[in-house]
């Protein structure tokens, strides 16, 4: 199969807004790629914004400069995802004018319309809405079975792309079974207003716990051997050594538990977020890392002990599971109740020990693995700050032609200019994508910069966020978390927008 038939079928789902076409165009895809199972896996992970070999060393510093585009397409999917492995396994004296060298070889023999996914493959911007969703339903149209059973293999085996292979053979699925040592892709949860929205949603009784601003681990035990996951299945059991020897500790045979790994201070209360995420990204010396940070963990749901899989038991009894195996110390604060004061009270409480908010759970839910689903509800704070557009990018997929990803700036009070401090593309309607195509093409300034347009710093909009980091890629030295537009502001001026200081004062 030629790359051009994956770009091509690319290209076609980002131009519909139809579940339906989307759906089609990829079954129609994987039909013809069902001749080579391997081949199957390779472009369900492409068309879902992944390599196979998750991360290979290639960003935008390394796609500024690209040769010309070939006239014919030559590249077959086998022999571009071949290339991606090469890339990825370079390393040691010269590497980087190999790699450079691979990447430029890649893209001679690509056409501009092959060009154009494969930088937006690499670069972590194929937004073209075929999202987990969508592809489970092309893979079950395409091997003509019931999308749910292609949602609870890939749930179980936590890996779509292996499920899909499988499944366009015309296997049977039984074998993704949660299985302990392999990943299972984790519950998650959607979001409520507010703790009396979560009881309502919950049918008056929700099951409160604190939300820790820790890393998600997901804890495998088979006798003495343990491995950790993390939330996208990566495997860091070895930078790891507390979450180890702590469920070493526990008197269980076989284990599959999610947790968090979380930084404290002598305190107890919780260090920022990337003091954890520090630790996660240590893989040499790990011992000192340790010494100079230990992480503590939290048990907060099981699915499985020692020869029972507890997947789809309600949320109480896995947590009766839980309760007789963790001890106190190592399992999140809790509160069942119906009781909307007594439910503020708790979130309170948790926000004032420093941690994010509260999860409320239905009591009867089972576990969804890979789900975003009611039976799990997240509630915290927001945070809104009024910044300026310092730039915006040209979309892809549905959003092309159209003004997108906003470059967000605060105000520095000592120049009058503006700081840098984050991007985002979320929380934009069909509508407000149309007024700021319209805006920022009126306001641009000095051209392009590929595909980044820069425009006058006038406009004012509203963001939410959920926090603020530190970040050595933005020159105020922060960075917003989970940014998402509220609405523009046309009532406020530039002058009038929130300062660096105060973006640093939420960090």
Known sequence: MLLLDVASTSLKVGATSSRLAKVSHIADLLRRAAGAGELVATVVSWLSGELRQRQIGVGWAALRSLPPPASDPVLTVGEVDATFTEIGGVCGKGSQSRRAGLINGLFAAATETEQTFLVRLLSGELRQGALIGVMTDA????????????????????DLPAVAATALTGASLDQFALQVGRPVGPMLAQTATSVADALEKHSGTSIFEAKLDGARVQIHRSGRNVTV?????????ARLPEVVEATLALPVRDLVADGEAIALRPDNRPHRFQVTASRFGRSVDVANARAAQPLSVFFFDILHRDGADLLDAPTTERLAALDSLIPPTQRVDRLTTSDPSAATAFLTSTLRAGHEGVMAKAPGAPYQAGRRGAGWLKIKPVHTLDLVVLAVEWGSGRRTGKLSNIHLGARDPETGKFVMVGKTFKGMTDRMLAWQTARFSEIAVGGTDGYVVHVRPEQVVEIALDGVQASTRYPGGVALRFARVVRYRDDKRPDEADTIDAVRALY
């Not at 893979?139 to 936590?158: E, F, S, T, W, Y």
């Open 139 to 158: 893979v079950a149209k395409a091997a003509g079975i019931p999308a749910a059973a292609v949602q609870r293999a890939a749930m179980l085996g936590g």
């Open 229 to 237: 996951y993390t939330r996208s299945l990566d495997d860091v059991t």
